[in-house]
């Protein structure tokens, strides 16, 4: 399912109210003590595929036209509320020791004390894949293996300061969805491939009533 789609889905089954103003905050624990930051004329723009081919990172990036915020928000702000939407800075997260690159993914309160996000699949796997295209050297390389790790998007889990973040992967719903026999049977005949791609993980969370805006 593609990004659009998915965004039409998160804004399906959340219920939409009218936020004043755009927030930001800096960390974790400010996120859990909802200490969150006023910022005026923020606008949040897609970035386009051939900017993540070259460059890397989620798909938003945020802009005041001051040219310092932008900067703070870039590298220092962690977490983003606009337009009723929580965005997640994926800059310096890693999973399995692999980088996101910059900008912000969208995001939501997972159960009481967690983050989870959509973003493109990375891992050791997804690393390999790409230093397999590596060897046609260059930018036509580069391009390749960008535009393969584009092309699925998974959930991760934020849950604390630390820039590990924990990827929901097929044994991760498993155990997830094991107290409801019927959604588990239901999510066991599915491709593994199909397992982990947003749309299916954000439509069993939302089935478990485990999500909010943020």
Known sequence: MKLKAILLLMLCFISISTYGQSLYCKSYADYMNNDWIS?????I????????????????????GNKETDKMLKKEARFIIHDDTLYVNCKGLKYQGCGFGNWYAPGFRYEKDKICFICTKIGKKEAMNMSMFGVLGGAVGGAISASEQMKKRTCYIINSDDKKVIRMTDKYMEELLSSHPQMLE????????DKESADVIINYLHQLQVLSKY
Do not use: V
């Open 39 to 43: 910022i005026d004329s923020l606008t």
């Open 45 to 64: 723009s897609t970035r386009n595929n051939g900017q993540k081919t070259w460059s890397g990172g989620a798909d938003f990036k945020p802009l005041t």
């Open 186 to 193: 239901e999510f066991n005949k599915m491709k593994k491939k």
